[in-house]
């Protein structure tokens, strides 16, 4: 029998310590490891940028929690998103990518991957046959999002798994936003996941880090033969709180996800706001999708502001406890105005966001005085 989820976070590939017996397992701060005898390793370690315990114990962990037999950790989720493009892509090959693409993922496609002659195709990801009519003889990757960012559209992951199966292409899902709790794409048929574990996995807004997982192995050796030949590596002290953070995340995300269905509700309701992109709404085009594939609808609500721009940027400075800042995931909860801040890089392209969007990321406070707080930014 497989461990529950909230089991696995909390003991997944994190054993008490062999030699002192410590719970928690260690910051292993080495860069090396001695030899007993050349070529003779002790516990298979070498070098940190090869292989690290505490990043072991990370990768191990988040391996467990999406059902992969593999996972990679970086330095960032982008540093994941590169490795894991870079390993499957090669000159001349296409790609399809989320219409609203989170900013960073379309910059690395768009100014990074055109340059070494990658092509791509930006579809509406909700919309499968969309999905299928992008694919070209050259197409090797389906990069999806689910929910996206910061438009909370919603793909289904089952339907895209059998369209990549079709069309002999990969199916990389970005996690970020539902988090494994919430959603395992590799049950559903996805090849590889990527996360940013800045986020929801660590938890805490204390940590950058990024994860590759999945059980294909000639491709996770892949992804681990760039992980070690271009470092973009967690030291052990960024591995170890990210998985102090995620001992907590089937806790936290059930609460992430009971307050922002709150404020969504509030926000419907509110004269001043004219749609809310939330997947737990019955009017939301993908509810019905994300409630089938995922087991609560997430801590991130966005909307629109009735009187434009210049108000959408001004509630999120009017707020007292939403924190003006990009990111999301932690604890406390955060407020932005995609357009000039988190995906400022699609202005002028097919991925600009609407100029009257305010994005939140619902933290864990007291949702009444996350409420209270809001509402008094709108009046
Ligand atoms: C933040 C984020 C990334 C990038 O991760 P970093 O850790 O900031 O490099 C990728 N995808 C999504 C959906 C994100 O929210």
């Known amino acids: 029998?497989?461990?529950?989820?909230?089991?696995?976070?909390?003991?997944?590939?994190?054993?008490?310590?062999?030699?002192?017996?410590?719970?928690?397992?260690?910051?292993?701060?080495?860069?090396?490891?001695?030899?007993?005898?050349?070529?003779?390793?002790?516990?298979?370690?070498?070098?940190?940028?090869?292989?690290?315990?505490?990043?072991?114990?990370?990768?191990?962990?988040?391996?467990?929690?999406?059902?992969?037999?593999?996972?990679?950790?970086?330095?960032?989720?982008?540093?994941?998103?590169?490795?894991?493009?870079?390993?499957?892509?090669?000159?001349?090959?296409?790609?399809?990518i989320p219409d609203d693409a989170y900013g960073g993922t379309f910059r690395l496609v768009d100014k990074v991957l055109t340059g070494w002659g990658v092509e791509y195709t930006p579809v509406r990801i909700s919309d499968p046959d969309a999905v299928r009519a992008a694919v070209r003889p050259n197409t090797k990757v389906l990069w999806v999002e689910s929910p996206t960012n910061p438009l909370l559209n919603i793909a289904d992951l089952a339907a895209l798994a059998e369209v990549a199966g079709e069309t002999s292409t990969k199916l990389i899902v970005d996690n970020t936003f539902a988090s494994p709790y919430l959603q395992q794409p590799l049950r559903l048929g996805a090849d590889v996941v990527v996360h940013s574990t800045t986020k929801y996995l660590g938890g805490h807004s204390d940590v950058v880090g990024g994860a590759v997982i999945t059980s294909d192995e000639e491709l996770a050796d892949g992804v681990a033969f760039l992980q070690n030949t271009t470092g973009a590596v967690p030291g052990p002290f960024d591995a170890w709180l990210t998985l102090r953070g995620v001992k907590t995340l089937a806790a936290r995300m059930e609460q992430h996800s009971a307050n922002a269905a709150r404020i969504a509700a509030a926000l419907h309701e509110h004269p001043k706001v004219t749609r809310v992109f939330y997947p737990g709404h019955a009017d939301h085009p993908g509810h019905e999708v994300a409630a089938g594939q995922m087991r609560r609808f997430g801590g991130m609500v966005s909307f629109t502001h009735a009187d434009g721009e210049q108000a959408a940027v001004d509630v999120c400075s009017r707020t007292r406890l939403f924190t003006l800042a990009e990111s999301l995931g932690g604890v406390e909860s955060l407020i932005e105005h995609p357009g000039r801040m988190t995906h400022a890089s699609t202005t002028g392209s097919l991925l600009q966001v609407p100029s009257e969007l305010v994005r939140v990321s619902v933290g864990l406070e007291d949702v009444d005085d996350l409420l209270e707080d809001l509402l008094a930014a709108l009046e």
């Open 1 to 96: 029998m497989t461990d529950g989820f909230a089991t696995r976070a909390i003991h997944a590939g994190q054993h008490p310590d062999e030699s002192t017996g410590s719970v928690i397992p260690p910051i292993h701060a080495t860069s090396t490891y001695t030899q007993d005898g050349v070529g003779n390793q002790r516990a298979g370690y070498e070098y940190s940028r090869t292989g690290n315990p505490t990043r072991t114990s990370l990768e191990e962990c988040l391996a467990a929690l999406e059902s992969g037999t593999r996972g990679l950790a970086f330095s960032s989720g982008m540093a994941a998103t590169d490795a894991v493009l870079r390993s499957v892509l090669r000159p001349g090959d296409h790609l399809v």
